[in-house]
C-alpha cells in the first residue's frame, strides 16, 4: 500500500478566503485522483492528473501535479460555503485520509 | 442514469446477526469495489471485482464475503456482525483501468452501518 499524506487535516475558513491542500507521498505516481465528499454522500470525482507539472482548473479550483510526480496540491480560490467537504487524493485504489474543509459565510 | 445504488441508507444489527448491502450501478462499468469509512481514517478497500464471476480481496475482508454474479450487482454480506465493523460502507465503480492506465471512480450513497 502506498501512503498518501493530506495536510492539513483540518481546516476552517471564511466565504472569500483563498486556501490550499496538499497530497503527498515517498513514491512516484502513474497519475493521481482528487474527490470530494460531501457530509452524508459519497465521494465525487473531481480531476485526475497524469503529467508532472500538469495544471487543471475546475472553476475556481486548481489543481497541480508536482514534477516528480510525488504531490499534489489543490487550491481554491475565493472559497464559497458550497465548497465544504472532505477532500481526498487518491492513487489507484488507496486513498489518503483527506481534508476537512469548512467556509463559514 | 442512476449511476450506483446502494441499499439500505442506515441499518442497526445485534452483535451476531448478518446482513446483505446492496448495490447496483447501470453504467456497464465491469470494476466494482466496496470501502469502508472510519472517522479520521479515509476510505479503506474491503473487496473488489473486475467483472462477473471474479472477485478479489482488498486491504481490510476479514468479516465479509461478496459474489458477482451480474455486471449491474456486487451485495456485500457481513456474516456474524461485530462492533468492529460499525462504519460506513460505500459502493464503487468504474471502468477497467486499462484504456487510461487510471481508476476513476464512482460512488454511491453510502450505508450507515451500526452494530451494537
Known amino acids: 500500500t502506498q501512503l498518501l499524506e493530506q495536510s492539513p487535516q483540518f481546516l476552517s475558513i471564511q466565504e472569500g478566503e483563498n486556501l490550499t491542500v496538499y497530497c503527498n507521498s515517498s513514491?512516484?505516481?502513474?497519475?493521481l485522483q482528487w474527490y470530494r465528499q460531501e457530509p452524508g454522500e459519497g465521494p465525487v470525482l473531481l480531476v485526475t492528473?497524469?503529467?508532472?507539472?500538469e495544471v487543471k482548473k475546475l472553476k475556481r479550483l486548481t489543481f497541480q501535479f508536482g514534477d516528480a510526480r510525488k504531490d499534489s496540491s489543490l487550491h481554491i480560490t475565493a472559497a464559497q460555503p458550497g465548497d465544504t467537504g472532505l477532500y481526498l487524493c487518491?492513487?489507484?485504489?488507496?486513498f489518503g485520509k483527506g481534508t476537512s474543509l469548512l467556509v463559514t459565510p | 442514469n442512476a449511476g450506483v445504488t446502494q441499499t439500505p441508507k442506515f441499518r442497526i444489527l445485534k452483535i451476531g446477526q448478518s446482513m446483505t448491502l446492496q448495490c447496483t450501478q447501470d453504467?456497464?462499468?465491469?470494476?466494482m469495489y466496496w470501502y469502508r469509512q472510519d472517522p479520521g481514517m479515509g476510505l479503506k478497500l474491503i473487496y473488489y471485482?473486475?467483472?462477473?464471476?471474479?472477485?478479489d480481496k482488498g486491504e481490510v475482508p476479514n468479516g465479509y464475503n461478496v459474489s458477482r454474479s451480474t455486471t449491474e450487482d456486487f451485495p456485500l454480506r457481513l456474516e456474524l456482525a461485530a462492533p468492529s465493523q460499525t462504519s460506513v460502507y460505500f459502493c464503487?465503480?468504474?471502468?477497467?483501468?486499462?484504456?487510461?492506465?487510471?481508476?476513476?471512480?464512482?460512488f454511491g450513497p453510502g450505508t450507515r452501518l451500526t452494530v451494537t
Open positions: 513514491s512516484v505516481f502513474s497519475s
Open positions: 453504467m456497464n462499468h465491469n470494476y
Open positions: 492528473v497524469v503529467t508532472g507539472g
Open positions: 487518491a492513487r489507484a485504489l488507496n
Open positions: 464503487a465503480s468504474s471502468l477497467s483501468p486499462r484504456g487510461t492506465g487510471y481508476y476513476e471512480q464512482y
Open positions: 471485482s473486475v467483472g462477473a464471476g471474479i472477485t
